[in-house]
């Protein structure tokens, strides 16, 4: 007998609050299964692929992973998914898209640039918005830095791999913790450290490929 999939999420939250492992796990699954197979109908029908990923199995992943965020992070999502569970997806997914959309836009925007401004000619540009981090003199200082590494990440976006790409994005335009960034992936500080180490390698590699 099918099992609706407001009565799995119901159990999976019920087996969260009584920090049972065995059914979390299990649920989890089962629930992890469900919003794959949601977020695959989801991205063909709505244009995420092939128009903003060209993957059908990432565009899935990732757009799972963020419904998957939003039910276990915000209990307003979580309260509405234990009575109706597809209107949920729905509408994150279309939140997703939108983000997509946009994510899409502003790396178009950035890479016209980079073909365009004469700026991006001075190959240190995008060390020294790297290397600036967060000193800064005053709160438009602050929000301009953090505007240039919005800038950067964008353009960084088409050399990095996924990981580093989220890494340098939650450092360094988001600025938060280590620890939280960990959290929020899943992994240790070191790996964090070690993604932010690779996309700063990267960083240098584009430095020299301007030089040339």
Known sequence: MFVPDEHVFRMFR?????KNAGRIGLFSEVLSRRLLSLARGFA????IYPGSIGNLDQAAEELSQF??????????????AEKFFGQLFKRRALDFQRRT??????M????DAMDCSPEDDDP?????????????????D????????????????????????YVYTMLYVEEMPVKDIASALGVTTRTVNNYKN???????????EFKK
């Open 67 to 80: 419904v998957w965020e939003c039910l276990v992070t915000r209990p307003p999502d979580a309260a509405y």
């Open 108 to 111: 178009q925007d950035s890479l």
């Open 14 to 18: 019920r087996a969260r609050d009584a």
């Open 101 to 106: 959309l946009a994510k899409k836009r502003n």
């Open 142 to 165: 602050a929000l301009a830095s953090k505007q240039e590494h919005a800038q950067v990440a964008a353009r960084l976006q088409v050399v990095l791999g996924k990981e580093e790409h």
């Open 198 to 208: 690779a996309a700063l390698d990267k960083v240098a590699e584009m430095r020299k």
């Open 124 to 140: 240190d540009k995008t060390i020294r918005k790297v290397s600036a981090l967060r000193q800064h003199a005053t709160p438009a």
């Open 44 to 47: 063909v029908r709505s244009g």
